[in-house]
């Protein structure tokens, strides 16, 4: 394809790219179709001769749209956003066309120039100490591995870097019973094990317990185990519960143990200065990490991993092949090393165009605006007899169920709500997923997506009362 080709294709494009923005609420939100429909529609091999865009793109558009579940409908309440943004897209677009691979700054030092400032501003926005470093990576999960990994090396005195792991086994992992799978994945991965990894009980908030968080480690080193990482979590997955991060960092101090912080979602709202008490005790954590391709307008994939002592995660990161070698190592950060992939996008051109673009003061009002619309569901199910919070919301999140009051059975309940659930999720205008409580099936309800008005929030709650009666009255209860 030639530059001029390219031209009027990419227009075409952008043209659909504005309408497609414009439009977004036509399309229902959970894609609707049955598994392998878009699967038996593509070829079933590498087709032996080029196409034209154009028969490329009405594919785009017949096959694929109705695979999408579209995540940037306002009417997407499910799971957390992951959101994006007119600047997002458009510095997306920049970045495709550039097609830099940013792993060492040689490679394009602006990739590293500006990944260094964007998590300095990020830093220095959401209250994190100002001696600490960021480095962006692909996912939490990613993050969350990293920090059990250098947690790892840190606690062998690079013993396992070197040597591999004889001779250093029983270690443990805490984290709450709410806590995100990616813990336990990580403790898979780094060879600590799932059952090393100790949930923790958690209050009738489902925050973290510290107290039994101390009883256990004490009883771990009595029997021998080596006490590894602590992870609390501002922001579990399924509430949005908020571990003490103040109390479990004393106790982290006491004993020498890494902390690693898990605010994947609810670590954009720090940027209100009214919920920075929550990240009082950071000091005393060892990393912490974030995801703007969450809750910050910034497409997937940008999560923001931050590290106190940046010598640590080099130390078990970093490898320096020959053909590797440049004349600036030692002067200048070389993000391969700070992490597991060589490879790495150039992902601070999005974030940089995104905090522009807002600036901290609309950043503060989008979120701030979630925020509220979720406290005026919050008071209109309040109002409502046959509906219940079954945790008080955190942040923007609602989690709610129906609860007529002629049904008393459990079991009932948690059945109409599934189908509650499964009926709004298949009429297309709206998204919502579960959790369970408790044993109590809920409805989470996360009002965060980037376009999200007061009139779609009505419009779902309206919906959620109607259908909810609907499926009560045709049970005849
Ligand atoms: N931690 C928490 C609290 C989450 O809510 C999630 C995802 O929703 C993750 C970690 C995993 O995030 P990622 O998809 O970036 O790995």
Not at 431 to 441: A, D, E, P, V
């Amino acid at each position: 394809m030639n530059p001029d080709e390219f031209r009027k294709q990419a227009h075409l494009m952008v043209e659909w790219m504005a309408d497609y923005m414009e439009h977004v609420e036509d399309y229902p939100v959970k894609s609707q179709v049955a598994p392998k429909t878009i699967y038996n529609q593509i070829e079933s091999s590498i087709p032996d001769h080029g196409q034209e865009m154009e028969a490329i793109f009405k594919d785009f558009k017949e096959v694929v749209l109705p695979g999408i579940t579209h995540w940037q409908n306002p009417n997407f309440f499910a799971y957390f956003q992951a959101n994006t943004s007119p600047p997002s897209i458009l510095a997306e677009m920049l970045t495709a066309t550039l097609g830099v691979q940013g792993m060492k700054w040689e490679t394009s030092p602006v990739a590293t120039e500006l990944e260094e400032k964007m998590m300095e501003w990020l830093r220095d926005g959401i209250g994190i100490p100002n001696e600490w470093a960021g480095v962006i990576q692909d996912s939490a999960s990613m993050a969350t591995l990293s920090a059990i990994l250098t947690a790892r090396e840190r606690l062998s005195d690079y013993q396992v870097n070197e040597n591999g792991f004889e001779g250093f086994t029983k270690l443990r992992v805490y984290c709450s019973d709410q806590t995100h799978s990616s813990i336990e994945k990580g403790a898979k991965i780094a060879g600590v094990g799932k059952k090393n990894v100790i949930k923790i009980p958690t209050n009738d908030l489902l925050e973290m317990r510290s107290g039994l968080l101390q009883e256990q480690i004490e009883k771990d080193i009595e029997e021998g185990y080596h006490p590894l990482c602590i992870v609390a979590a501002l922001g579990t997955t399924g509430t949005m519960a908020m571990d003490p991060l103040e109390a479990i960092g004393r106790i982290a101090e006491k004993h020498g143990i890494w902390l690693h912080v898990d605010a994947a979602y609810a670590g954009a709202a720090f940027l209100l200065p009214e919920y920075q008490g929550l990240m009082k005790g950071i000091e005393k954590a060892d990393s912490f990490v974030f995801n703007p391709h969450k809750w910050l307008f910034t497409n997937f994939d940008c999560t923001a991993y931050f590290v106190k002592d940046k010598k640590v995660l080099l130390n078990t990161f970093s490898i320096l092949p020959e053909y590797l070698k440049t004349a600036s190592d030692g002067l200048v950060n070389n993000y391969c090393d700070w992490g597991i992939p060589l490879g790495r996008r150039f992902r601070s051109l999005k974030l940089w165009f995104v905090m522009r673009h807002y600036g901290m003061e609309g950043l503060q009002k989008l979120l701030r605006l979630h925020i509220d619309l979720a406290m005026w569901l919050e008071t209109e199910i309040d109002k409502n007899s046959s509906f219940e919070l079954v945790v008080p919301r955190s942040m923007n999140l609602i989690c709610f169920r129906y609860r007529p009051y002629e049904i008393e059975d459990e079991d009932a309940i948690n059945t109409i709500n599934e189908q509650l659930l499964q009926h709004l999720n298949a009429m297309g205008k709206l998204y919502l997923t579960h959790t369970k409580i408790n044993g109590i099936y809920t409805l989470r309800m996360s009002i965060g997506q980037t376009n999200v008005a007061k009139s779609h929030v009505e419009k779902a709650w309206e919906t959620i009362q109607k259908v909810a009666e609907e499926i009560a009255m045709n049970k005849k209860i």
